[in-house]
């Protein structure tokens, strides 16, 4: 079994509130959950919220995509 240990590549500097004029990255398992339950979820740049938006009307957070894009290698 292999382990993939993830920095934090990124430190927003976004304003109060910025955050909630983006889409974020979530994990899909996370997403599911706080639709079922009503818990918070966590974006991979670290916003914590209960998703109830749709996230196609946003832009992706560009911390998020900064973040996606080295684990993901792209970019």
């Known amino acids: 079994m ?3 240990v993830i920095e934090e590549l990124t430190t927003p500097t976004l304003d109060d ?4 004029r983006f889409a974020h990255y979530v994990r899909k398992s996370d997403i599911v ?3 079922v339950e009503g818990v918070e979820v966590v974006a991979l740049c670290g916003k914590k919220w209960i998703p109830n938006r749709d996230p196609a009307a ?3 957070c ?3 995509k900064d973040i996606m ?4 290698g792209k970019g």
């Open 33 to 35: 959950k706080a639709n």
């Open 69 to 72: 894009n080295a684990i993901t």
């Open 17 to 20: 509130g910025d955050h909630d």
């Open 58 to 60: 946003y832009p992706v």
């Open 62 to 64: 560009p911390s998020c």
């Open 2 to 4: 292999t382990e993939t």
